[in-house]
């Protein structure tokens, strides 16, 4: 065994996989070979995401059953600002009353080019994000405790507050508004939809909607109305809501065709309009709409 350097291995590093992969314990070996003490500090974000999915503790387990009291493992949480998270990193590690001689090691993009505290830091052979994989369906053997973590995963969540976009398109005099019709409804409500990540601003996600439910028509511009929290069945038992924008415009040209998940586009008089026209849901978007056009005329 190669001869050991005197001092303390830092490793900086996430180690978000659902198991130590042989890349993973290279580079924990490979930092244990050159010093007397290794601590290795678990990259941590408070909000939950594709690239946060395992909780601290997770990680610690998995570490902790390959290499025991060989490593010491501390949490370091993500901070907005690369110079104050450096800052507290090294705050951190000096709490720890490491060796005189200290070394950093981590990934290069993820680490090494965004540290600027006071100790050395090296790149580390290999990559953590090229080494990630997904669990196949296929790999669990214990579907009780895989089931475990999935109600685990659900229930640790942050209750999530869903934006949606919904639109009152006008004809040319202002005196109709279209309302759209899914299958299996009986009702009517606004077309309008989900936004999405890729949308630059709710704006462009109401335009978006509109062209997938309508058809490649041309409107003015959009009038915000207001915004309401939605009554949404599907949500009705969750922590989880929807919370829509409403938004009012004129058809300026193009002939409305149901399209996406909508079956039937109709043009209603705006002076018969009443809730019972109205999926439960967009019956306070109707008294919304109401108001603003009883502010306009």
Known sequence: ???????????????????LLPAHRQ????VLEKHDRVIVFLGSNPAPSNYNPLDWVFRWKMLQDAFGNAIQIEDMPDLSDDRVWSQELDRRIMELRPAPEVVLYGSKDNFVDRYSGRFSAIVLDGD??????????EAVTNHRDFR???LYGALRRYPTVYPTV???????????????????????RFPGGFTDPSDFNYEDAAMRELTEECGPIIVDDLTYLGSARIDDWRYRESADSIITHLYACRL??????????????RWFPVAKLNAELFVPEHRMLLEILLEFIEEEH
Request: hydrophobic content about 45%.
């Open 1 to 19: 065994m190669p001869a050991q350097t005197k001092g303390t291995g830092i490793l900086v590093a996430r180690f978000q996989t659902f198991e």
């Open 27 to 30: 580079l924990v070996e490979s």
């Open 128 to 137: 953590e994000v090229e080494t990630e994989e997904i669990l196949p369906l």
């Open 148 to 150: 475990l973590g999935v």
């Open 166 to 188: 919904d639109i009152a398109v006008f004809n040319e005099t202002w005196d109709e508004v279209l309302l759209a019709r899914k299958a299996n409804e009986l009702k009517y």
């Open 252 to 265: 300026e040209e193009g002939e409305p065709v149901a399209s996406d998940d909508i079956v039937e586009l």
